[in-house]
């Protein structure tokens, strides 16, 4: 496309310039030095601004942005602004930067923020080296002031790598809103918290409110917290968001999900968000998370379970969270490693509750002079049949 197709477009020329350039192919800011200036003017002209690309995502044109990002508190973005990318677009942004790259903030402007639509390819955002400090959040919704919010925008659209958040909510006041908006194609790369919702004002229910979260992946790595962090609000839908290489994760220090206590009537189709109850953490009550049939968020028929404990050194009780939205009814117990008793000969009873797994020891205390290597116990529970929603 043309320049005439968009009200500003944002080249990298050939002299190593970043350029703003209008309708009509007139050069209205440029520079080497500080490429955020220039894109901060082409966003605050609203309307269309277009991302040139040069269509090689291997090798894209790159926008070496300063440390003046810091000042200007991240690109911020008003209302009724369309940003198109084009194919092999980079923004690489100043090690250490730990604020928002693109923000929507109700205190730009004083108003409530309609209509912004981020379209085309996925923009690259890295942070500069050589080692990244993973401080920056890539796209930021910042709820700053009362009876104002963020709705009808339809925002994404990003290739994010070594970033805190690679999207955010923080609702710094009471009576801000985030609100009727769709969040989409997004990817994170060895990420801290690939979506967050930071309840900073401590509001008893965040107004995250029928939000529509859609092919979000994320590629795990062993620096990962959460894939989704403190999800709260009202209403919302995930479509095919996915967190992958949980392998690659710390043990017992990652969540794929975790679900705000307050939340309530959120909906879960296709991806990658409860599939491991070792590896979610649902704060709320289990029916506030509804999820379809036949993928990898539902336990199957066939599907296994495998938990592994630490053996206590005194007879009691353990108990185990089943998968979310199994419960003891459809469900078989295959098997239980030892099958019964411990390697020591001490027996475990395992039987199904409502939602969980009790294992009791039946026996005295384990002596203290047991190998290391009998330390655990490891069972598995197989869906035994079609479970209901």
Request: aromatic share 8%; with cysteine; charged share 15%.
């Amino acid at each position: 496309m043309g320049y005439s197709d968009y009200r500003s477009t944002i080249i990298k020329d050939d002299d190593g310039y970043t350029a703003l350039i209008d309708r009509t192919g007139t050069r209205l800011a440029e520079s080497t030095s500080a490429p955020e200036d220039v894109i901060k003017s082409a966003l605050d002209r609203g309307g269309s601004v277009n991302f040139r690309g040069n269509g090689d995502i291997a090798s894209p044109l790159v926008h070496t942005l300063s440390t003046g990002l810091t000042a200007m508190t991240g690109l911020r973005i008003k209302s009724k602004t369309e940003i198109h990318f084009e194919s092999g677009v980079e923004l690489l942004i100043p090690n250490g930067y730990a604020d928002g790259v693109f923000v929507l903030d109700t205190t730009y402007n004083g108003e409530t923020i309609k209509d912004v639509k981020m379209t085309g390819s996925k923009l690259i955002i890295k942070e500069a080296g050589p080692t990244q400090q993973q401080d920056f959040t890539a796209l930021l919704v910042r709820l700053s002031l009362a009876a104002k919010g963020v709705s009808y925008c339809d925002i994404g659209r990003l290739h994010v790598h070594h970033a805190l958040n690679g999207f955010a909510v923080d609702q710094q006041v009471t009576g801000g809103w985030f609100t009727s908006n769709t969040v989409q194609d997004m990817t994170f790369y060895f990420f801290v918290n690939g979506c967050n919702f930071i309840n900073t004002a401590a509001v008893a229910q965040m107004s995250n409110s029928t939000n529509t979260f859609e092919k979000i992946d994320m590629q795990m790595d062993a620096t990962t917290l959460y894939g989704w962090k403190n999800i709260d609000g009202n209403n919302c839908e995930f479509d095919n968001c996915a967190v992958w290489d949980q392998h690659n994760g710390t043990p017992g220090a990652f969540k794929v999900s975790q679900w705000a206590a307050s939340a309530t009537n959120m909906r879960v189709k296709g991806g990658i968000m409860l599939n491991d109850p070792s590896t979610y953490e649902m704060l709320c009550a289990p029916n506030e998370v509804r999820f379809d049939a036949g993928h990898s968020n539902v336990p199957l028929i066939g599907d296994s379970y495998t938990y592994t404990t630490t053996i206590p050194g005194v007879a009691g009780q353990m108990t185990y969270q089943l998968p979310h939205g199994m419960s003891g009814a459809p469900l078989t117990l295959k098997s239980v490693i030892p099958r019964s008793k411990d390697a020591l000969g001490v027996p475990f009873i395992p039987t199904i509750g409502a939602t969980y797994i009790l294992l009791t020891c039946t026996d005295k205390p384990f002596p203290p002079s047991r190998p290391s290597n009998v330390n655990n116990l490891s069972f598995t529970v197989t869906v035994g049949s079609k479970v209901a929603h």
